[in-house]
Nanobody
Framework: QARLVESGGGSVQVGGSLQLSCTYS????????VGWFRQTPGKEREGVAV????????VIADSVKGRFTISPDNAKNTIHLLMSDVNVEDSGMYYC???????????????????WGQGTQVTITS
């Protein structure tokens, strides 16, 4: 059974940096995308940054573009999310997800992904 485990969450001050990690295992060979999503109470889950496994092509949400970077560590089956210059709106539960997406799917839509981790909490303090 596919498994994704997030780590690295915590509390950081506005303007600071934080790196999240997602270690995945037993993903179906057909899975071609992996990404990070976040959710705050009362809001819908939203895509933050996603990456295609074979090409490394990334898609970054406008709200975090220039501040967040998604990168792979293929030797460790891990995906990192480096969060820089964070603000209070970046607080939330961050989830890692993976799945198979064809060209017609919205890569940043949570509905496009099949396999999910349990999440890691990020709190930005002012």
């Amino acid at each position: 059974q596919a498994r994704l485990v997030e780590s690295g969450g915590g509390s950081v001050q506005v303007g600071g940096s934080l790196q999240l990690s997602c270690t995945y295992s037993r993903l179906p060979l057909s899975s071609n995308h992996v990404g990070w999503f976040r959710q705050t109470p009362g809001k819908e889950r939203e895509g933050v940054a996603v990456m295609r496994f074979d090409t490394g092509r990334t898609v970054i949400a406008d709200s975090v573009k220039g501040r967040f970077t998604i990168s792979p560590d293929n030797a460790k089956n891990t995906i990192h999310l480096l969060m820089s210059d964070v603000n209070v709106e970046d607080s939330g539960m961050y989830y890692c997800a993976a799945g198979w997406l064809d060209g017609s799917r919205n890569l940043l839509s949570p509905d496009s992904y099949t396999y999910w981790g349990q999440g890691t909490q990020v709190t930005i303090t002012s």
